[in-house]
Structures are given as structure tokens and as C-alpha cells.
């Protein structure tokens, strides 16, 4: 089974950017699709991005389109979320996923994924 590691998160200001990783462990990465999701207090976990195993896709949440990329190198097992433009309703604890599925359906929803990393802060302040 995959293990995840997400890395990158910070103290940033509205405008900049960031970059996350997501390392696994495991010699399957390269089969499952990946996901990106956040949940700020109080609120429930959001679909944030999603890409397949081949890199096909992408899948975008509609808060985060046009500003934010992920992407995956599978021959260094790593998945990569770079946010830009950030807003302060960005600040959220991002979690990175892994998911046996293909189908869009799945790969929007939390219920989709199999393996979860322990998450990372990102704060954007005013």
C-alpha cells in the first residue's frame, strides 16, 4: 500500500504563491490516481484537484480553476499542487490522496480515495 507525505505548506500573503508536494512510499504510485482536498475549521473537506494515473485529467474544484495546477512525476513517486494567486479563503489544511478509481465521480469525492496523507497548513493572510 502507498503511504503519503505532504510538504510545502507556510505562512504566505494574498497574491504569492506555493507549492505542494506529496511524496510516496511504495512501488504502486504510479497506479492510483492522486487527489488534492482542504478543509478549513468548521468546514467540511473540499475537492480541490485531482489527476489520474497517466496524468490524464486534470480535475479542478471550481474555487481553485484557473489559479491553481497539480501534477505528478511517477518516476520520483511525487504528486505537486502549485497555487497561485493566493486568497485568504485558501488557508485550509491540505491533504493529498490516493484513489484506485478513474472516473471523475470518484476522483471529486473524498468517499473515492483509499489512502490519505496527514495533511499540511497553508495560511494566507490579508
Known amino acids: 500500500q502507498v503511504q503519503l507525505v505532504e510538504s510545502g505548506g507556510g505562512l504566505v500573503q494574498a497574491g504569492d504563491s506555493l507549492r505542494l508536494s506529496c511524496a510516496a512510499s511504495?512501488?504502486?504510485?504510479?497506479?492510483?490516481?492522486m487527489g488534492w482536498f482542504r478543509q478549513a475549521p468548521g468546514k467540511e473537506r473540499e475537492f480541490v484537484a485531482a489527476?489520474?494515473?497517466?496524468?490524464?485529467?486534470?480535475y479542478y474544484g471550481d474555487t481553485v480553476k484557473g489559479r491553481f495546477s497539480i501534477s505528478r512525476d511517477n518516476a520520483k513517486n511525487t504528486m505537486f499542487l502549485q497555487m497561485n494567486r493566493l486568497k485568504p479563503e485558501d488557508t485550509a489544511v491540505y491533504y493529498c490522496?490516493?484513489?484506485?478509481?478513474?472516473?471523475?465521480?470518484?476522483?471529486?469525492?473524498?468517499?473515492?480515495?483509499?489512502?490519505w496523507g496527514q495533511g499540511t497548513q497553508v495560511t494566507v493572510s490579508s
Open positions: 490522496a490516493a484513489s484506485i478509481h478513474t472516473i471523475y465521480s470518484r476522483l471529486t469525492s473524498t468517499s473515492g480515495y483509499q489512502r
Open positions: 511504495g512501488r504502486t504510485f504510479s497506479s492510483y490516481s
Open positions: 489527476i489520474k494515473w497517466n496524468g490524464g485529467g486534470p
